[in-house]
């Protein structure tokens, strides 16, 4: 028996030799070589001891283990060097410097891939870890950054001959004078399919008389929207109204900019013909009009905005998506009372602005004291799918970009703070999702005064279990202590507004809303290595 036991010893010594000697061992999530070679003096492992090296007598038997280099962290760990590798993301290192993490020794190691690579690829994500510590980073956002080949996505026109055509993103496009041909690339979540057209050519009409370009596009050099790119809107010039078709990652976002008030009413012919149609605003009068009222213009502030898009994923799968914007409650006429107003059915939704006169807030009616015309509230989903199966998720924060807030003659200090949702989409918000925001806080609601409307604005999340290892993370912004907390402010008369106004992911890279999951993955042979002074 003791020869039997000590042949399985020697096995299992020869055995776990030789894996040392050919493999890399985990250590704190980063793959190292142990080195098998003489050392002076045998160091302690540290917990889950190793045996010790030399000459071992084994059940009466003498038997020499092999000698085991024991590495310190400092043979091992050193600052990112490569500047392709190191951190730039604003919210990121804010989120480092909030958790005392050193940015010199966090690297990126997975940049924005198809999904269909596996666990820690997205489109719509970046993957970063802290040599130190083993911390995994996911910062993922609206937008996303390749196509289903793996290309990156260039936000952008070019002139071919007398056209323009886009360049490389989720979609083909083509401008000839007035006319405009959208393909999809790829099978959509929606249902289009792989080569799908949609063909258009636009018409403006005031008071019932055609109001033509005056020729063809104008390629603009700065987008007017967002002046982190360049060269990717096209812009008509209508008369009474500017047109543009502006490109942006995954979406093609038309426009009506209207300077002052055409003094009229206002019809929009797309003429859309092919296997889809474009997504029209607010001011939708079917299909393929968009009406607005001369009431309209004159209520306005200028410049004022007629939207239109045609938005594309990476893929079809709808667990792999994300949308945001807005969706409000509205009187509809003369101001209601505040349970009606709140707790009411939206009426209004819209996902393809850039922003809106609020994310979150509230008007009170021009009569004054408990009467209410809009409440406002967003939506905002996060695909995280990509994180990996069995990663312990440490932490989480949610960034906004401020653009405006609003607290008009009384003060009300209105607060902001963050909630679940459950849309009925993954891609699309409906007006009916008012009701689907929860109310129970996932932070520290932000204070009116310290809202930032030139930065990110940080949520950290108290509840991580919001955080999906599968599918979407979904998430509501509401006022806290007013609306969530039902209690009705009072307006003087000649109405009120208070409320945040934060930028969507149409309006582009440095805007877009983000989110920073902390995590780690379970490691193997970490024992072998904790000591080593």
Known sequence: MNSKWLNRVLLWVLAFSAMLSLLSITWRGRPINLKLEEVEAQTPIGPGEFPSYGEKEIAGQVINLPKIRVLKEQDIIAPVTDPKRRVTDPVLLKELSRQGIDKDYVELFGDYAPASLGKEHSPYAQ????????????????????????????AGWERVGNKFVA?????KGTVDGNNVELVVKNDQPDGRKKNDKLNFHAQLFLNGVENPPAGGPTLLAVDPVNPNYQNNVLEWDYGIAKRRLRL?????????????NPNGDVRIVYNQAGDYRLKLGRYAAGPDEERVSVSVFAAAQYPFEIGDSATYYPNAHPETTSVDGWVRSFSGGPGVSWTTIRNGTGLVADDTAAFNFYSVGMQGDELGGTSYDFMWRSIVLWDTSALPDGASVSAATASVYG????????????????YTSTPGSNTALLASDWSQIGTTAKSTAITYSNFSTTNYNNFVLNDLTTISLTSISKFGFRNANYDVANSAPSFSAGGYAAGFTFYFSEQGTGYQPKLVVTY?????????LLGGD
């Open 167 to 171: 360049k490389n993103n989720l979609f």
């Open 403 to 418: 653009y405006n807030k609003t607290d008009d003659t009384v003060p009300l200090n209105p607060d902001i703070n963050i």
């Open 127 to 154: 993957f970063y870890q802290d040599r130190k510590s083993g911390k995994r980073f996911m910062v993922t956002q609206g937008l996303p950054m390749v196509t289903a080949d793996g290309l990156p996505i260039v």
């Open 520 to 528: 780690t993955l379970p490691s193997t042979f970490d024992a072998l």
């Open 248 to 260: 942006i990652e995954g979406s093609v976002l038309g426009s009506w900019v209207f300077p002052q």
